[in-house]
């Protein structure tokens, strides 16, 4: 990063950090959130994370974009989204090392029907994809591109599967998690049959509040080495929470209050942390990020850190939460968006990405730890360079007792 663009991200930064320091919360019991952090530390001279771009994955067509992003689990392959003009509703497979279009994967001519999730199926040779308005799941081959089979739930309107918002496969590469706005539902690729994960009786229930069959799961992480994952629950009725499964039996182990206006979580590859936004408290700016300790389940940071918040990844080793929003002085969303980089252990912004071009940002990370992929008008790809080596996807640790 030369000194000029250093100078533009540090501002950046300060900026961000009037909004920006995730909050230690280990040693005191919750209290009544401020309306903004007031940790303004600026960017170290020497970060201990780094981003170079090496590359961009350009769009051809004028007036579309790139939007959700997965890299395969060897890190050869990234599936992207795509959105805009008459290609709403491809998704593209890349090839990384040669940087080259692979496949594109036709969905759909509605030009309603958004992709609303992809995920690669262990160990990566398969990839399965949804619309946000169709009530079905594809599942492709990703040396060919060929479709394989697909899951129609939509002549069944008593266990149709609507807005599909979330998938995952288990890592035996048997089973694939469906997260929808009717709950939450497992597909057997061998048997090429599916059930529903029963979601009522894991909501362990709030002083004052009705037993209620929760229908809304948005989004689903498995840990890397694939012995838990987690999946966000919201409803009309009760409060929005995280439930996290056992993945060998399929239970619930725990629960994580998540608070009003959560809709993005994510998963720290070795189990170490799990984040979610929310809405600001009352007086305050922006959308809050809290992080837990999964096997506690204990609030250990919080801090309103943008005004409007994209998404959010770990790096694999989960030692860095990378943040993208953009921020909001004085309540007006002026600024482009920006990826803040948090340090989990203390709480801290310790480096800045701001992307080029237009659009919500999504963000992916490769399972070698080495590369964030970053998609807006263009995909740009960066080196991440730390100052202490990285492993990639780690073993995740012993799994908190039922």
């Not at 509605?110 to 995920?119: L, V």
């Not at 993005?264 to 170490?272: E, I, K, Q, R, T």
């Not at 009352?282 to 940071?301: C, E, F, H, R, Y």
């Not at 929003?325 to 990405?353: L, R």
Request: positive net charge.
């Amino acid at each position: 990063m030369n000194g000029m663009a250093f100078l533009r991200c540090l501002s950046l930064a300060v900026a961000l950090a009037a909004g920006a320091g995730l909050r230690a919360d280990n040693t005191r019991k919750e209290e009544k959130m401020k309306p903004l952090d007031h940790q303004k530390t600026p960017l170290p001279e020497n970060p201990p994370i780094r981003f170079k771009k090496v590359f961009a994955i350009e769009q051809q067509h004028e007036g579309q974009g790139f939007g959700l992003l997965e890299f395969s689990p060897d890190g050869t392959t990234l599936a992207a989204s795509r959105w805009g003009g008459h290609r709403n509703h491809d998704v593209t497979l890349w090839d990384v090392q040669k940087r080259s279009l692979r496949h594109i994967l036709p969905h759909t001519e509605n030009t309603a029907d958004m992709i609303g999730a992809i995920a690669f199926v262990p160990p990566g040779d398969r990839l399965v994809t949804a619309c946000l308005n169709l009530n079905k799941v594809f599942l492709w081959d990703v040396r060919s591109g060929n479709l394989l089979d697909t899951l129609d739930t939509s002549g069944k309107p008593d266990y149709s599967i609507n807005s599909i918002t979330g998938l995952a496969a288990f890592p035996d590469g048997k089973r694939v998690i469906i997260c929808a706005r009717t709950g939450l539902t497992v597909w057997d690729l061998e048997a090429k049959t599916h059930h529903t994960l029963p979601l009522d009786e894991h909501v362990p229930l709030a002083p004052g509040e009705k037993r209620a069959i929760p229908r809304f799961c948005s989004r689903v992480a498995f840990t890397a080495d694939g012995s838990r994952f987690a999946t966000s629950v919201r409803d009309t009725r009760f409060a929005p929470r995280i439930l996290l499964w056992d993945a060998n039996t399929s239970r619930v182990t725990g629960m994580i209050p998540t608070g009003i206006g959560n809709f993005h979580f994510a998963y720290a590859p070795d189990g170490s942390s799990i984040a979610a936004d929310q809405y600001a408290p009352q007086g305050g700016q922006g959308s809050l990020v809290n992080v837990w300790d999964p096997a506690t389940q204990k609030k250990i940071l919080s801090g309103s850190i943008f005004g409007s918040l994209f998404d959010f990844v770990y790096t694999r080793d989960g030692k860095y939460l990378l943040v993208a929003g953009k921020h909001m002085p004085q309540g007006t969303p002026t600024d482009d968006p920006v990826i803040g980089v948090w340090d989990v252990a203390s709480g801290k912004v310790v480096n800045c990405v701001k992307p080029v071009g237009i659009g919500p940002i999504h963000l992916a990370v490769s399972p070698d730890n080495k590369l964030l992929a970053v998609p807006r008008r263009n995909i740009d790809v960066y080196a991440i360079e730390y100052a202490r080596q990285s492993q990639g996807s780690p073993k995740a640790p012993p799994r908190p007792k039922p």
